[in-house]
């Protein structure tokens, strides 16, 4: 096998990424995409010449010519589809978060059992090289045991305002941060206390923020805010500092190496999830699928991220929104 024959299930903002990164891997074959919107799946299928067009994803994964199936919907919407084409006998790349409770991502594991089929878990941030790097020298024993890790990644509030009928920002953005934690400090989180902040009475809460104690003593603090100004000329601005017992790392925001002025002010575009360049997108999304796609054609099962680690991170965004919602210590 060379290539991989690919279906995206989704076709909302991520689900045309998906379709439009997996276009440009050379090793890849969109062959099939699928919402229910027929409008969408038109305009999505013809932009990039794709073949199987599906309003049912039963239909979708049905079809022979599909391999792979990434699974972008929203994530209250995870787990019938994942089920679905695992029993189907499809690879399967499942955007973050895995499920939105650990009851949900103890199905998925359950399913996937010997099927000898490939599995991963979209933590984009793992792919980011700033983190990468951060990783490797946490690694090698360049800052010592980690005692504490303070994260933000925030986002605009008319950027949030149609992912908020979704999911809180604790889940939505905070899950890589903790996801992050959980790689950097190799240990479980032991507690977590949480709390909301409601600006705009909206489904979820505007705010998140969460303090997490690890086993191994280290504490982690998760900024999750998704009410920064319109005006903020951030498209994502995220950041970390992680202090270990002989040294530290600090992590800025992706868009920060990057400034352009314009007549309506400063703005800082992203230049590491997937930019857009002179040979189309590039960056981690693309890295990401690259990956698991050449994990397939090489028989090699993923090792960036397994879906017992992607559980841990669940399990720990579910028990910070407890936190928030109750107001009291979570043990885990």
């Known amino acids: 096998m060379d290539r991989v024959k690919w279906g995206v299930i989704g076709l909302g903002f991520f689900g045309d990424k998906h379709v439009e990164v997996l276009s ?3 090793h890849v074959e969109v062959t099939a995409v699928c919402t229910r919107r027929e409008d969408r799946l038109k305009s999505v299928a013809d932009k990039y010449g794709v073949p199987g067009r599906y309003t049912n994803y039963h239909d979708l994964l049905a079809d022979d ?3 792979v199936v990434s699974i972008v919907t929203h994530a209250k919407d995870h787990l019938e589809p994942t089920l679905a084409a695992i029993q189907a006998g499809k690879h399967v790349f499942l955007e973050k978060p895995m499920a939105l409770t650990t009851g949900e991502c103890d199905e998925i594991i359950s399913a996937l059992g010997s099927t000898g ?5 979209g933590h984009i941030c793992r792919f980011d090289p700033s983190y990468s790097q951060a990783k490797r020298a946490i690694d090698e024993g360049k800052i010592g045991k980690v005692l504490s890790i303070s994260a933000r990644r925030n986002i605009p509030a008319a950027v949030s305002e149609g992912v908020l009928s979704n999911l809180s920002p604790i889940t939505g953005d905070g899950v890589h941060d ?3 934690m959980l790689w950097f400090t190799g240990a479980k989180v032991k507690s977590v206390y949480a709390a909301f902040v409601n600006a ?6 505007d705010i998140g923020w969460a303090m997490y104690k690890f086993e191994d003593g280290a504490v982690g603090v998760a900024e999750s805010n998704w009410y920064l100004p319109d005006k903020t000329p951030f498209e994502l601005d995220a950041r970390m500092e992680i202090i270990g017992e002989t040294g530290a790392i600090y992590i800025n925001s992706p868009g920060q190496n990057l400034s352009i002025n314009t ?5 800082y575009p992203d ?11 590039a960056g981690a999304l693309k890295d990401e699928l690259s990956y698991f796609a050449g994990c397939i054609i090489n028989g090699q099962a993923p090792a960036i991220i397994s879906p017992q680690e992607s559980r841990a991170a669940v399990e720990a965004v579910s028990a ?3 936190s928030a919602v109750t107001g009291k210590l979570v043990e885990l």
Do not use: C, Q
């Not at 705009?200 to 809460?205: E, F, T």
């Open 117 to 121: 089929k490939y599995f991963m878990v």
């Open 320 to 322: 910070a929104e407890e």
């Open 178 to 180: 903790v996801d992050l």
């Open 200 to 205: 705009r009475n909206l489904a979820h809460p």
């Open 65 to 67: 010519n599909v391999e």
């Open 271 to 281: 230049t590491v999830y997937w930019p857009r360049t002179a040979i189309g997108r």
């Open 263 to 267: 007549k309506d002010g400063w703005v």
């Open 24 to 26: 440009s891997i050379p």
